[in-house]
Every structure is written in C-alpha cells, then in structure tokens.
C-alpha cells in the first residue's frame, strides 16, 4: 500500500527526556512536513524539507529537531527545550509543484 | 508573514442545513487547497483551485477561488451527519512548497 506511515500512535514521555517520531512514505514525494496540532489552533508547521540532506524551519522549529538522510524517512525529535510538547503531531508528504498533501494517521504525544 | 486567515471557527448546522466556510490571504496564491478532517482522523485532501475564479462542484460540495487570488470559499449544501468534521483551506505561497493552513472551521450537524 502507499502512503504515510507514523508511529507510534501513543506515547508518553517523561519532562526531561527526548523522544522521537517516525515518519516513512513510500510516495516518492520530495517535500516532507512535520506540523504539530492543538485543540482550536489549527495546523502550525515546525519543519519541512523538500529534498534530501536539506530542510527549513517553519514557524514554531524551537524544541525540535529533524534530519532527512532518506527520501522516504524524516523523524522528528522532541527535546526536553520544547516547553509544552503535550499535542497531537502530524507527518505529511507532498508535490513541491502544487503542494498538495498527504498526512499520516498522527503520533499523540503526552509528557507526564 | 504570510497568513491565512479561516473563519467562522465554529458552525453549528442542523442537517439539511447550508454551511460555508471562508478563507482569505494576506497575499496572492498561486492555489488553494481544501482538507477534511474528521474527529479524531488526519486531514484528507478535497481539493484544490488553481485559476483565478475557478469554480468546482464535488456533489454537495462547491469551491471557490476568488478574483484576485486571495480568498475562497468552501459551501455546502444541504449538510449530512456525515459532513461533520474540521475544514481548513491551505494557501500555496511564493515559497515553493509551503502551504499555510487556515486555523479551520469544526463543523458539527446535529439530526
């Protein structure tokens, strides 16, 4: 099947620690995005990168970090800096042309 | 910054109902995308509207983009249980690749 696949669904984490998110596609898509979500807030973005070994940030990158050695894979870290990093954390691969998107099922992040 | 602005941020509909949803930029787009997403789900992509003023019709839904490329709507007609869900519209900038997202209109139909 194609598509997005993030894991893990659930997962707490203690103050403190860092934690990472996984995020593949077998899409072939270029442009890859991580946008965190929060109740009422819509969709900000973090990060996003649109070719191997090269990414931006988006407007809320602070307590973040991201790597994209592959083009089907960029995980996402968050580090103990991220203030309140309890929310629900969506992966999405696109066309760099048109920028339509396609999201995985979403990794819900609790800190304990 | 380059901002999309959605309103309204709630709507409450009996079925049967109408609802309509607006988006409007800062700047010009070069498209606008719409997304569903369901309680508890991912956004899905509807739609997306290139030219200026375009018009698309998917059954009960129909899309705008304005004039000058800087607004749209979302409207449906005769609203369903099962339209229930949060729409946001999404801008494509100048930046290649970078959508903004409106903040999205949770939409609940009640029988």
């Known amino acids: 099947d194609g598509g997005i696949t993030q894991s893990p669904k659930y997962l707490f984490r203690k103050e403190g620690q860092n934690v990472t998110l996984s995020c593949e596609q077998n899409?072939?898509?270029?442009?890859m995005y991580w946008y965190r979500q929060d109740p009422g807030q819509g969709l900000r973005l973090i990060y996003y990168s649109q070719i191997v070994n090269d990414f931006q940030k988006g407007d809320i990158a602070e307590g973040y970090s991201v790597s994209r050695e592959k083009k089907e894979s960029f995980p996402l870290t968050v580090t103990s800096a991220q203030k309140n990093p309890t929310a629900f954390y969506l992966c999405?691969?696109?066309?760099?042309?048109?920028?339509?998107?396609?999201f995985g099922e979403g990794s819900r992040l609790t800190v304990l | 910054g380059q901002q999309v602005m959605q309103i309204p941020q709630y709507q409450h509909v009996q079925e049967g109902e109408d609802f309509t949803t607006y988006c409007n930029s800062s700047t010009t787009l070069s498209n606008i995308q719409w997304y569903k997403q369901r309680p508890g789900g991912h956004p899905v992509f509807l739609i997306q509207l290139v030219k200026s003023g375009e018009v698309k019709k998917q059954k009960r839904l129909t899309f705008q983009f304005g004039e000058a490329k800087k607004n749209s709507s979302l409207h449906i007609t005769a609203t369903q249980t099962t339209d229930v869900g949060t729409y946001f519209c999404a801008g494509l900038g100048s930046t290649l690749g970078r959508l903004y997202f409106g903040r999205g209109t949770q939409l609940t139909v009640w029988p």
């Open positions: 899409l072939n898509h270029d442009a």
């Open positions: 999405a691969s696109g066309r760099t042309d048109t920028g339509e998107l396609f």
